[in-house]
């Protein structure tokens, strides 16, 4: 059975501190992995990464793919309060659907 | 453009009663999925649809029934709804095979006493 799982599953840090999220996978037939931010309400897209090691980047966050290792990290540098959020990792299985994670609940404190 | 719109936002149910959730888009997507999203469990998949007049079950769709009558519109039902189905629903729409970057709908929380 194809599976996605997160760690950490939540995570409490400081205002101005780095996180690294991590996603890791199980799929028989893997062909990109999504990152997702979901504040309130509806995830909203981060990234997509198809191919092992090169970095997807966007502001402070960026990311990366390992195929060997199968699992990707998420950075996000210089945290603020906004980035507080639940991130949520998904893989295309091929199937024509995404396969999710748990989530990483991130929380930044002033 | 209001990408993919879900009603109701909230509702409060009974144990047996039936309801029907509809999403709606208007980005001319082929591909469309209901998730539930419950407490350190993220979201997983009812049901999904590959086309008008298509539909397929995806990892937990016991309790739930589909229709994707219209290319825009994708109902789920709930017959007869029962507490283990108190959660978020979110409606998703996408182009082709390729998921870039599902768009989401804002949710519907479901509550069944």
């Known amino acids: 059975e194809d599976k996605v799982v997160q760690s950490p599953l939540s995570l409490v840090v400081h205002e101005g501190d780095t996180v690294t999220l991590n996603c890791s996978y199980e799929?028989?037939?893997?062909?990109?992995l999504l990152w997702y931010k979901q504040e309130k309400k509806a995830p909203t897209f981060l990234f997509m990464l198809t191919s092992s090691g090169i970095e997807k980047k966007s502001g402070r966050l960026s990311s990366i793919l390992d195929k060997k290792e199968l699992s990707s990290i998420l950075n996000i540098t210089a945290t603020q309060t906004g980035d507080s959020a639940i991130y949520l990792c998904?893989?295309?299985?091929?199937?024509?659907?995404?396969?999710f994670g748990q989530g990483t609940e991130l929380s930044v404190k002033p | 453009n209001a990408g993919v719109t879900q009603t109701p936002k909230f509702r409060v149910l009974k144990t047996g009663q039936s309801m029907t959730l509809l999403c709606a888009q208007d980005?001319?997507?082929?591909?469309m999925y209901w998730y539930r999203q419950d407490p350190g469990m993220g979201l997983r998949l009812i049901h999904y649809?590959?086309?008008?007049?298509?539909?397929a079950k995806g990892e937990v769709p016991d309790g739930y029934n589909v229709s994707r009558l219209k290319k825009q519109n994708f109902l789920l039902g709930l017959e007869s709804a029962a507490p283990s189905q108190t959660s978020v629903y979110f409606c998703a729409s996408s182009y082709d095979r390729e998921n870039y970057g599902y768009t989401f709908g804002s949710g519907t929380r479901l509550t069944v006493v």
């Open positions: 799929v028989t037939n893997f062909r990109s």
């Open positions: 649809s590959v086309g008008e007049g298509t539909t």
């Open positions: 980005m001319n997507h082929e591909y």
């Open positions: 998904a893989v295309d299985n091929q199937g024509g659907k995404l396969i």
